[in-house]
Every structure is written in structure tokens, then in C-alpha cells.
């Protein structure tokens, strides 16, 4: 794991309005409070993967009418950030809502009773792992979230681009396309949104889902 990024240092970069990470949390936000507003009636399940700080799904529930239906479980790798997390619920009041796990989040053993979940998040894995891996995880979505749930999910633009590639394995593991971030937008950003159309699979599988390598 040696030579992975400084994740305390690159959150900074929320602090900054004028960032990439910046734009990129008002497109995630909104979406996330689209999923919330589209969502059936009854619980709605948020499971989210390498969660970091919370930052776009806690103020999301805590602000939308329909924050007694929700619970969440975060998946956060490193201890500090998992409990900005735990803090951020707490200030806003859901800490009952939010299950912020300290653990790896490629590991089905930390989200397996959880499943299946009505909205998905998976922001920051995919330019952090391969190909392979990205593939892996999009099918193994197909497990992950209820049918009528969404999936976000975010990666750059730069080269090579792999966008077209993961819509296409979405589409293939039963998803269709809700929407998808401004194109004008700085090519480090992209974030999509999608609902899955077929009932879950069954099983999440033992094996992880992915393998971060920067």
C-alpha cells in the first residue's frame, strides 16, 4: 500500500470552492438529493463505499424531508476520516441514521447484511483503481442495489477514458442511465447516476470488489 496518497491532504480541496473536488461534491450532492427525492416510499437504504468524510451524503439526508426514512452505512478505511464522518453526523443531527464503519470498503464482510441498498455511492474509486477492478465492481453493483435504486459514481475524463467503458458495463449489469454531469466541466470531473432495472442478484460474494493502487 505504499505510495497511495495523503487522503487527509486531498480533502482539503473541498475547503476551496474554486477546486475540481469542489465542483465535483455540488454534482454529487445534487444527486444524491435527486436519488432521495426519486426513491419509492418506504426505507431507503444508502450504502457508501470509501466514504471519506461525508461530506455530500450527510448534509443531503439531514436537510431532506425524508430523512426518517433513511439509513446509511459508510465504509471508511482510515480511522481520522471515519470519525470526521461520525462527527458530521452527530453535529447534523442523524447520528442515529449513520453507520460509519472504520474497515476496507472492497470487503463484502463490512456491507453483506446491509444489501440490497436503495441508493449505491461509489465516488472516488474509480480513478484509483484498474480497469479490471472497475469492471469487477460495476457487476458486482448489480448485487449491491434494490431494483429501482441508483448508483453514483464518479471518474475523470483524462486519458485513457474509460467512461463510455463503464456505462457500457453498467448498461450490462442491468442499469440504465438517470444523468450525467456537465460536460463543460474540467475533464477531472465526471459523475453519473444510474438505476438498476432488474431485481438484485443474489449474494455479494467473499472476494473484494477492488484494490486501490494510488
Not at 14 to 35: Q, T
Not at 141 to 146: D, Q, R, S, V
Not at 164 to 175: I, T
Request: hydrophobic share 45%; net charge negative.
Amino acid at each position: 500500500m505504499t505510495g497511495l496518497r495523503d487522503w487527509k491532504q486531498w480533502f482539503a480541496a473541498y475547503d476551496d470552492p474554486a477546486s475540481p473536488l469542489a465542483s465535483r461534491l455540488r454534482v454529487v450532492r445534487e444527486g444524491i438529493r435527486r436519488a432521495l427525492d426519486e426513491a419509492a416510499p418506504g426505507p431507503i437504504r444508502i450504502l457508501y463505499l470509501c466514504a471519506g468524510e461525508g461530506r455530500d451524503v450527510i448534509p443531503e439526508v439531514a436537510a431532506h424531508p425524508r430523512r426518517a426514512d433513511v439509513t446509511a452505512r459508510l465504509v471508511e478505511f482510515d480511522p481520522a476520516i471515519a470519525d470526521v464522518a461520525r462527527r458530521a453526523a452527530a453535529e447534523a443531527g442523524v447520528a442515529d441514521a449513520f453507520d460509519v464503519v472504520t474497515g476496507d470498503a472492497a470487503d463484502p464482510a463490512n456491507f453483506a447484511d446491509f444489501v440490497p441498498a436503495e441508493v449505491l455511492l461509489l465516488c472516488g474509486i474509480f480513478g484509483n483503481v484498474s480497469e479490471a477492478d472497475i469492471a469487477n465492481t460495476v457487476a458486482r453493483a448489480a448485487g449491491l442495489t434494490a431494483r429501482g435504486g441508483t448508483v453514483i459514481w464518479t471518474r475523470h475524463r483524462r486519458e485513457p477514458n474509460l467512461v463510455p467503458s463503464v456505462h457500457e458495463w453498467f448498461a450490462e449489469a442491468g442499469f440504465e442511465t438517470l444523468w450525467e454531469s456537465d460536460p463543460e466541466l474540467p475533464e477531472a470531473i465526471y459523475v453519473a447516476g444510474h438505476r438498476q432495472r432488474r431485481d438484485p442478484a443474489p449474494g455479494t460474494g467473499a472476494d473484494k470488489l477492488f484494490t486501490f493502487i494510488k
